[in-house]
């Protein structure tokens, strides 16, 4: 009687902590990754709105004195300024909605209704996503 042979339970059983050192190993790599390009991400978007920021004063400046002198567009060594104006609807929201029903049914109380059962059966979408907190450091005075 040979008694050296595997169980097939012990096999099974060196398989899977094999299995899971793999995966402890891949997602301590994983994390490490992600925390750092999260990092990165971090110091791009603060450099980011520090360029959007002046960007836009600039834009408030140019669009200033484009309308002051009546200018609708301006050539660039690459390309074209345009002063342009667009419209564009508000956003539905209940007060709107319940404001516009109630002028409509002159009612409202049949507003309220209408209103409460579309905010109620709009769709709810769910997303997932992985959202990381960073501990605060304790400031030393």
Known sequence: MDLNIDTPDMTEEKTDEKEFQFYKDDLKTNVKEYLDIDDQIKALNKAIKARRDRKKKLSESILKTMKQ????????????????????????????????????YNNSDKANEVSNYVMENRPQIEKVSLKRKKLKVPEMK
Not at 95 to 102: A, D, G, P, R, V
């Open 69 to 104: 002198f009546e200018i609708n567009n301006m050539n660039t060594s690459n390309g074209k300024l345009i002063y342009s104006v667009t419209k564009h609807k508000a956003p539905l929201t209940k007060k709107n909605l319940l404001n516009c029903l109630s002028l409509y």
